[in-house]
């Protein structure tokens, strides 16, 4: 009689998990949404709604040059996820911290090769030593302009000083930003941290799986 009451404990302990994982795998919806930041409104404050979906933000097309001085157009929602940073003039402690962290967020382009990322830079002076080797190479290129466009295209085009509910209060040299593949913006992140780094590499890993299902 033991023998049989071990066998059912047993049973239960190894069966029923697995059966449990299989019901979840196979047959619940798991699914985790990222916020989508600033829904359009109209003239009278009501939210733009288009087939029953709400409209959002659309970062625009930035007009800046590269660092062999062209001019360039780098347009959103055109199926890239984009991660979108800065770089000051001077790249001291934190800013050196913040590059290693964008290092790791890029490494992502091995299994999710549409991955972009972008570094905004005011004054460009060219590679460092204590750079990433990635940095300024394809799919993680420098954007570079006067102070005063560069300023544009992170107040206006990212938002980075509309108020973002949830979102941590940090500089322009730690900021990252997360924009999807159809041009919304979906993340701010605090790249001196290395948990929201561990965020934003988690949500991008959920974009790509969305992208994925989408596509079956």
Not at 152 to 174: C, F, I, Q, R
Request: proline content about 3%.
């Amino acid at each position: 009689m033991i023998n049989f009451r071990k066998a059912g404990l047993l049973i239960i302990t190894l069966v029923i998990p697995a059966l449990i994982f299989i019901f979840l795998k196979f047959f619940a919806t798991n699914h985790y949404d990222l916020q989508h930041y600033f829904p359009i409104s109209d003239t009278s404050g009501k939210m733009e709604v288009n087939h029953g979906d709400t409209l959002f933000y659309k970062v625009p097309v930035l007009h800046l040059k590269n660092t062999n001085g062209q001019l360039v157009s780098e347009e959103f929602g055109k199926g890239q996820v984009t991660v979108v940073g800065y770089l000051p003039e001077h790249c001291l402690n934190t800013c050196e911290i913040v590059l290693g962290q964008v290092e790791r967020v890029f490494a992502l382009r091995e299994t999710i090769p549409y991955l972009n990322v972008i570094t905004l830079a005011d004054k460009w002076t060219g590679t460092k030593e204590s750079y990433p080797q990635a940095l300024n190479s394809t799919g993680w290129k420098v954007l570079t302009g006067s102070e005063d466009e560069v300023k544009k295209a992170w107040d206006s085009e990212l938002k980075l000083l509309t108020e973002v509910p949830g979102s941590k209060t940090n500089s322009l040299e730690t900021k990252l930003v997360l924009i999807d593949a159809q041009g919304h913006i979906r993340g701010y992140y605090n790249a001196s941290d290395s948990e929201e780094t561990n965020r934003l590499m988690a949500e991008i890993k959920i974009l790509d799986y969305e992208k994925k299902e989408n596509y079956k």
